[in-house]
């Protein structure tokens, strides 16, 4: 089994702490309040929420109570079929039963060979490091370590197939409710009683548009402005490395 590098002090821990993302955390969050064609694509060889769920500027088409002219949604097909030819399958602008279990079925057939390939780049890591002559060779190969062993842990974090998905339903209900007015929701929690502190939190995540304080997990995509003859002048793709081999 490779060896853990443990952070020797509090604070040390508490930050290695947050680096292991819950599923929550994996959930990149289209920014709230702004009208978009912000789309979710799944990547069929992720092994973590955050490798399999991608989030694109562009490919999804906002309901006719958000965009009422349907200028943002015009070029969907277009740029739903550029991601499928890289591989990518269109989940939707938000993510619902079907999505979550696409994504879990995903976590489930890769998990197993994502282990092996990260135990082992941690393994060839420590060679590095006790052979190397460089100390610049030395302290990459530190980084990346560490960086392996937050993704493994990730990776062994118990995997209940059925209880992800009740967890990633949860949470996609309630980024579904996030657009309702607050007054509304109030009631809701009223006269249900069903909605708990923990899931009125998701919510509030989703409805403020908080994503992860880490760097690596903040979307990359940009509000996108259109170009003649309704094209959008951006399309890239958002997460879809893993680890930055140059870090």
Same mark, same amino acid.
């Given at each position: 089994?490779?060896?853990?590098?443990?952070p020797?002090?509090?604070?040390?821990?508490?930050?290695?702490?947050?680096?292991?993302?819950?599923?929550?955390?994996?959930?990149?969050?289209?920014?709230?309040?702004?009208?978009?064609?912000?789309?979710?694509?799944?990547?069929?060889?992720?092994?973590?929420?955050?490798?399999?769920?991608?989030?694109?500027?562009?490919?999804?088409?906002?309901?006719?109570?958000?965009?009422?002219?349907?200028?943002?949604?015009?070029?969907?097909?277009?740029?739903?079929?550029?991601?499928?030819?890289? !591989?990518?399958?269109?989940?939707?602008?938000?993510?619902?039963?079907?999505?979550?279990?696409?994504l879990?079925?995903?976590?489930?057939?890769?998990?197993?060979?994502?282990?092996?390939?990260?135990?082992?780049?941690?393994?060839?890591?420590?060679?590095?490091?006790?052979?190397?002559?460089?100390?610049?060779?030395?302290?990459?190969?530190?980084?990346?370590?560490?960086?392996?062993?937050?993704?493994?842990?990730?990776?062994?974090?118990?995997?209940?197939?059925?209880?992800?998905?009740?967890e990633?339903?949860?949470?996609?209900?309630?980024q579904?409710?996030?657009?309702?007015?607050?007054?509304?929701?109030?009631?809701?929690?009223?006269?249900?009683?069903?909605?708990?502190?923990?899931?009125?939190?998701?919510?509030?995540?989703?409805?403020? !548009?908080?994503?992860?304080?880490?760097?690596?997990?903040?979307?990359?995509?940009?509000?996108?402005?259109?170009?003649? !003859? !309704?094209?959008?002048?951006?399309?890239?793709?958002?997460?879809?490395g893993?680890?930055?081999?140059?870090?």
């Amino acid at each position: 089994m490779p060896q853990v590098i443990e952070p020797r002090s509090e604070r040390g821990r508490r930050r290695y702490a947050e680096q292991v993302l819950t599923p929550l955390d994996q959930i990149r969050m289209q920014p709230n309040g702004v009208t978009g064609a912000w789309a979710y694509f799944l990547r069929s060889d992720g092994a973590t929420i955050r490798d399999a769920l991608i989030l694109a500027p562009n490919g999804g088409a906002p309901p006719a109570a958000d965009d009422p002219k349907g200028k943002f949604g015009t070029n969907a097909s277009y740029f739903r079929e550029r991601a499928q030819a890289k !591989g990518l399958t269109y989940l939707g602008q938000r993510l619902d039963t079907r999505a979550v279990r696409l994504l879990v079925e995903t976590l489930a057939k890769n998990r197993g060979d994502e282990l092996l390939f990260v135990e082992d780049e941690i393994a060839e890591q420590d060679n590095i490091l006790a052979n190397a002559e460089s100390a610049r060779e030395r302290e990459i190969a530190h980084k990346r370590k560490r960086q392996y062993q937050v993704r493994l842990d990730t990776l062994n974090q118990p995997f209940d197939p059925d209880a992800l998905v009740a967890e990633l339903d949860e949470i996609s209900r309630a980024q579904r409710l996030a657009n309702i007015d607050p007054n509304v929701l109030a009631v809701m929690r009223e006269m249900v009683g069903e909605v708990n502190e923990k899931f009125a939190g998701m919510v509030t995540r989703f409805s403020t !548009g908080k994503t992860s304080s880490d760097p690596e997990m903040a979307p990359t995509g940009v509000r996108t402005r259109r170009a003649r !003859g !309704g094209a959008a002048a951006s399309e890239s793709f958002a997460g879809v490395g893993f680890i930055d081999a140059d870090n």
